[in-house]
């Protein structure tokens, strides 16, 4: 596996847009759609009569259908996340899915030896690909729209066109991602945020009651979200990990654009716990506590996770750029005593 000649590129981008309708690595993605889509994130989602969800249950819809959305409507509960989506025969809230659009990119021509671009996926999901010189191309994890990813390389790919050879700082080994999948992110879009503030000057306040999240530079308030914390479950028993967000006062020491999170196992099922390209991680504790972006629900509000902040992913992107340590084009994490992080109950 290298990277492509010009004249191979060349030969396979003339042939990847009249080949896109046949290639079976784009389930249900034949053509490009910019319109408002939503991807079900949990194993089922319940389309009710009317808004609520004291209506009557006409229909279910199951992990990754995509579902044109004809209106957003103010159903008024739950007060934390009351939106609901009018789609074909009735209402689904908002809650167990995401927002995602059918949009593809212009492969790039090549990646400068010794160096990697940050991507981002643009479709509702892709389904990642690795070669062995023993087994050939097999199928391994399905990456979803919104996640991050490091290209360090460009292949053909198992359908002859170019396939994004990916680094994976948790796997070790490369794996591939059809091309017209990733955007490269240039780096004036996730540059640092007002670097120039002291570092005392900048504090992110995260109240743990009214999963709110604050942001101040010199006691001003910059910027404000809902955001969903651990579940309050405590910790069972000793060998499980707590999934209750801890309290108190802490620092940003550790940030990763692209964070793959889980035990690395790339024949994980969709049900099992192993999240790639989890975007725009900023840890703010030893035991792996994290504000990130979130693809797999839009439930914010109210407690969602194993123990980290649950954010919006293009809030998280904003605090990742906002929060110290400083961060580089080229650096798969970045580590060092940063922003200084309060957890309230």
């Known amino acids: 596996m290298t990277d492509l000649s010009r004249r191979d590129f060349l030969k396979l981008s003339a042939a990847t847009l009249t080949s896109l309708a046949f290639s079976p690595f784009l389930p249900g993605l034949e053509s490009f759609n910019d319109a408002d889509l939503i991807r079900i994130t949990t194993k089922s989602a319940s389309v009710f009569s009317q808004p609520n969800d004291q209506s009557t249950i006409v229909g279910q819809r199951f992990r990754d259908e995509l579902i044109n959305i004809y209106k957003e409507v103010d159903g008024g509960t739950p007060i934390y996340n009351p939106i609901w989506y009018r789609v074909w025969g009735g209402y689904i809230h908002r809650g167990p899915t995401q927002k995602v659009k059918v949009l593809f990119n212009e492969p790039l021509t090549s990646i400068p030896e ?113 955001i969903s914390s651990g579940i309050p479950a405590g910790r069972p028993s000793p060998n499980v990990i707590s999934t209750k967000t801890p309290s108190g006062e802490f620092r940003v020491f550790e940030k990763y654009p692209s964070k793959h999170m889980g035990n690395g196992n790339l024949f994980a099922g969709v049900e099992d716990y192993e999240l790639p390209g989890v975007p725009w991680t900023s840890f703010f504790t030893e035991s792996g506590v994290a504000f990130h972006g979130t693809y797999w629900h839009d439930n914010f509000g109210t407690p969602m996770s194993r123990g980290c902040i649950n954010m919006r992913i293009v809030e998280a992107k904003w605090v990742f750029r906002w929060a110290q340590p400083l961060h580089d084009s080229q650096s798969v994490f970045n580590r060092g005593r940063g922003t200084k992080v309060l957890v309230v109950p």
């Open 114 to 226: 010794g160096t990697r671009q940050l991507s981002e996926l643009t479709v509702p999901y892709s389904q990642a690909m690795r070669y062995t010189k023993t087994y050939g191309w097999q199928p391994n994890l399905r990456l979803y729209y919104g996640t991050t990813y490091w290209i360090d390389g460009i292949d053909e790919g198992p359908d002859g066109q170019p396939w994004y050879r990916i680094y994976d700082e948790l796997v070790g080994f490369p794996y591939n991602v059809l091309a017209m999948h990733l955007r490269p992110i240039p780096f004036d879009e996730w540059a640092p945020i007002t670097p120039e503030v002291p570092l005392e000057n900048k504090r992110i306040e995260v109240n743990l009651n009214t999963q709110m999240l604050t942001a101040y530079e010199y006691d001003q308030v910059v910027f404000q979200t809902n």
